[in-house]
């Protein structure tokens, strides 16, 4: 077993990868665990969908392949789409999850109108932006891993530092309001903290499946525990043990794409959740349900039990 993990770690664009990944997932679950219970799953899927013309026009402007600017560039349509949303929901009658709607259809239809320009024109076959439709997480280097982990530590050092304000945000605005806090402030906040994530994915698993880092690690951990402090930390896990999977997958297995393996991976863990967890888990639910039904039973048997006999003692009576 050790030999064989020493085998995979020997290979240095292995190492890199499985490193990247894993902090990857680890950070995207941390920050992942507020979007969920704040009922915002749709915004890391639509945030991760406006990133694409963000990284079309960065390269139409420049005409170089630099990830570095195509990072900033879905940074900046993300912090475009956020504001977006919270223009929408604020100056119209529209629902946020109407406007998330709204703005993933738009951008993502924006990007790819101006991905088919750039594929047809004369350095389009160059520019390799349709790897980051689906992500191609082979293409890591050292560089990578250097920013997949100081956004890592920035969203590790942010839910720490606001942690109890962040709490508060998720479950109760009305009453971190009245208590004073700026709630505003802390939603946009939280957003942001989302789009560093999802740009940090997009060259791993692309703009189509990089919410499935957000969402799946936290329902997974959602079905363990009711301790907020306890899910953040098992969707961290559950996150990492997803990208150090999909890493490993696709390195034993030929032609089997990283960043879709890991998406696959999450899935496994949340379906494996959703079915053993001790509390929230599908087969504890029907073990409840039958001892719960068992109890009833016996209890109308000793009930009907009771009434025969009290009934044969007054009839004796009566004799």
Not at 4 to 15: E, F, H, K, V
Not at 146 to 166: D, H, Q, S, T
Not at 179 to 205: C, D, H, K, N, Y
Not at 285 to 295: E, G, M, N, T, Y
Request: net charge positive; charged share 10%.
């Amino acid at each position: 077993m050790w030999n064989w993990i020493i085998a995979i770690l020997s290979d240095p664009n292995t190492r890199w990868i499985l490193l990247g990944c894993l902090l990857l997932g680890f950070s995207s679950g941390i920050i992942g665990s507020f979007t969920f219970l704040r009922k915002q799953s749709l915004m890391g899927d639509t945030l991760a969908h406006a990133a694409l013309p963000g990284i079309c026009i960065a390269f139409m402007l420049t005409e170089t392949k630099s990830v570095g600017l195509f990072l900033f560039g879905a940074l900046v349509a993300g912090i475009v789409a956020t504001f977006g949303i919270s223009w929408i929901t604020r100056y119209s009658r529209i629902k946020q999850d109407a406007a998330m709607g709204i703005v993933l259809t738009v951008f993502f239809g924006i990007g790819v109108v101006m991905l088919t320009r750039i594929q047809h024109g004369a350095s389009g076959s160059q520019s390799g932006l349709d790897k980051y439709l689906f992500g191609q997480a082979a293409s890591m280097v050292m560089t990578d891993v250097y920013v997949m982990g100081g956004v890592c530590l920035v969203l590790l050092i942010a839910c720490l530092a606001w942690f109890k304000e962040f709490k508060l945000v998720s479950f109760d605005p009305g009453f971190a309001r009245g208590m004073g806090l700026p709630v505003a402030m802390l939603e946009q906040l939280i957003l942001l903290l989302t789009v560093i994530a999802v740009v940090a994915g997009i060259q791993a698993v692309g703009v189509v499946l990089v919410a499935a880092l957000l969402v799946t690690p936290a329902a997974a951990a959602r079905c363990w525990t009711d301790s907020l402090a306890l899910m953040v930390v098992l969707a961290g896990i559950f996150g990492a043990l997803s990208g150090a999977t999909g890493t490993i997958f696709s390195t034993l297995v030929p032609n089997l794409p990283t960043g879709p393996v890991t998406v696959l991976a999450a899935t496994v863990l949340f379906a494996g959740s959703a079915l053993l967890a001790p509390r929230r888990g599908l087969l504890a639910r029907r073990l409840r349900s039958i001892q719960a039904k068992s109890a009833y039973m016996r209890e109308e048997r000793a009930t009907l039990q009771t009434l025969a006999t009290q009934r044969n003692q007054q009839e004796r009576g009566e004799m």
